[in-house]
């Protein structure tokens, strides 16, 4: 139920993020030295891309690249701002959910680990009583060997102590 939810919330927040972009864009053409901040950025931008199409088709290199006019490039670089925080948010969103998804694996390992650990101390319990039952019937075994058949049947009862077999026989009486 939680992670639909979830899920919902991150679409929910990348969505309400586009108007917050359109208005820092608004916001960002309209303060002067912010404004020439962005030209720049933008004017470097055009640069960079311009520069990368020329190589990607062939074209020379070495010519100068015009730059964008004032208009252009202010809304060259508040198109950009508005895509990188939108994408800003989305890897925000898809942070979150990675770490969130990691902590339930780790949950689930560590779940994994104990009920491991568990069965191994079981398995350890059930070979120690194997190791004493097998005690005690090689103890039955040699004294049903030195009394013959018939010492066997006057065997009545065995009592444990701290894992040793002790003996106690009683003749039959009858």
């Known amino acids: 139920m939680v ?15 586009k108007p917050i972009a359109a208005r820092l864009k608004k916001e960002a053409g309209l303060h002067p030295k912010f404004r020439n901040l962005i030209i720049s950025i933008a004017q470097a931008n055009h640069r960079i891309t311009t520069t990368m199409q020329r190589r990607i ?13 004032e208009e252009k490039a202010v809304q060259a670089a508040v198109d950009l701002l508005g895509e990188l925080f939108v994408f800003s948010v989305g890897v925000g969103a898809l942070v979150f959910e990675v770490q969130r998804s990691s902590r339930s694996e780790a949950k ?10 568990g069965m191994r101390q079981r398995d350890e319990e059930l070979s120690k009583e194997v190791e004493l039952l097998k005690q005690k019937l090689e103890e039955l075994e040699r004294l049903a060997r ?29």
Do not use: C, W
């Open 3 to 17: 992670l639909p939810l979830l899920k919902l919330g991150t679409l929910a927040l990348k969505t309400l993020s």
């Open 57 to 69: 088709y062939g074209h020379a290199t070495d010519v100068e690249i015009r730059p964008l006019n």
């Open 108 to 117: 689930k390992e560590e779940l994994r680990k104990q009920e491991m650990e």
């Open 146 to 174: 030195g009394r013959g058949l018939s010492g066997v049947f006057n065997f009545r009862h065995a009592n444990t102590e701290e894992g040793k077999v002790t003996e106690t026989m009683h003749p039959k009486t009858g």
